[in-house]
């Protein structure tokens, strides 16, 4: 396939005032793999304004120079060798700081306000990657120590509480000292190009649009599959499970995108207010309905690859009786005019036998054959949009197969955004900080999407504690429990991989 070549992509306005970046949680697991590496490639860019300085804030006792010997040995791991270039690097470690402060005891945000002295041109961001628990107290002390006014920004990290109630508590909270537009919660998901690349495909050209809808379109699946783990999360996990973990937010994010009205323009609240809807749209699933429209899964102890991988309820952080899921699968049905009719199939779990993420369009067969049947495979067409590991689109055709006669076959267009556009690719989070120091809260989630994500999740959590409280349990390394496979070939549908199979 010929490569797009000497394609730029426009470059919004930069971050015009230089930035004064504090990360709460700065010596924490996120600061460390996502968002110093993500900040050293815009450093190395250029992109962030002369002058930006970088404050990583922890209750650690590290002076700035044992606090840059800490980010050097993780970037070593986290950062690419060929861009780890030690003069760049050297020059991005002068940026950096750290202060000693426990986030919890207002009386110490003096020291982050004398690290901070008010130099008349920064823009402040405060990065609050650490636990939620402390979200409303370090606002509040940010707020009494004076260093918040209109026009500084606050971003927050995922978990936004654990249910309705939890989350509307942080949304209260946070308000009180930062307004909506200030405020920037963070859905990697939505950072990542593949995803973006969806908005792209859809808005950005005629003839898929008349098709997406529920005349067209047969059933959506959305799979994000995992091979790892909880890693060293089993204590967080294990309160969480993968629902809350990645339904409520990374999962319904994608399906939001998939199935949204087109926005008047791609700007902030025109592309929230059609998310918003979606989620407004959602058909609840509760009571008894749970056991039928969901799967929720567990992984045992399995071989994988050769090596023996645990039950979950043996990995460190995990109560022995656990009954935490670590896979799940929904049908959802989404009741407005354009998909009444079309089911959507969320698929997500850990320990799974392939790492890969993809939304699939399925569409409907053809109303009436008119070729000879060959036995043959006849499919549906399907749009399989591929987030990870690959990039790429892909529309599944019938083909002639050349030769005598009209014999059919599938066949592939296949577009590989990697191949497509030989540039380096931006990780989500260098997208997502970019867009928070231009203030463009865009990719970001707002408060009442948030909100009305966790009014559709809590009944299936209080519908599985009253009628599934015990997972159905999976190998680890396989594609999940059996059930994830009668949920939709009970409607007469398959999973992608399985039709792949066939075809
Ligand atoms: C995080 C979840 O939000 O997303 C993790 O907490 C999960 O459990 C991760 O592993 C997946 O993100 P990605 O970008 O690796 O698909």
Redesign the pocket.
Known sequence: MNHVQGVKATEPEGAARPCQFVIFGGTGDLALRKLIPALFSLYRESRLTPGTRLIAVSRKTLNNEAYRELLEERARIHVTASEFRPDDWEAFLRIAEHVELDASQPDQYTKLAAALEDDGKSQRVFYLATLPALYHEVCASLSNAGLVDSSTRLVLE?PLGSDLASAQRVNREVARVFDERQIFRID?YLGKEPVQNLLALRFGNSIFEPLWRAAHVDYVEIS?C?T?GVEDRGGYYDRSGALR??VQN?LLQLLCLTAMEPPVRFEENAVRNEKLKVLQALRPLEGRTVREKTVRGQYTASAVDGREVPAYYFEKGVSAESATETFVALKVEVDNWRWTGTPFYLRTGKRMSKRF?EIVVHFKPVAHRIFQDTGAPHISNRLVIQL?PDEGVELLLNTKIPGQGMSLHPAPLDLNLADAFRRRRWV?YERLLMDVLRGDSTLFVRADEIETAWSWIDPIEAGWEAHYAHPTLYKAGSMGPDRANELIERDGYQWHEALAADS
Request: hydrophobic residues 35%; proline residues 0%.
């Open positions: 995922k990697h994000v995992e790892i973990d990645m990374h993420s990870q989500a």
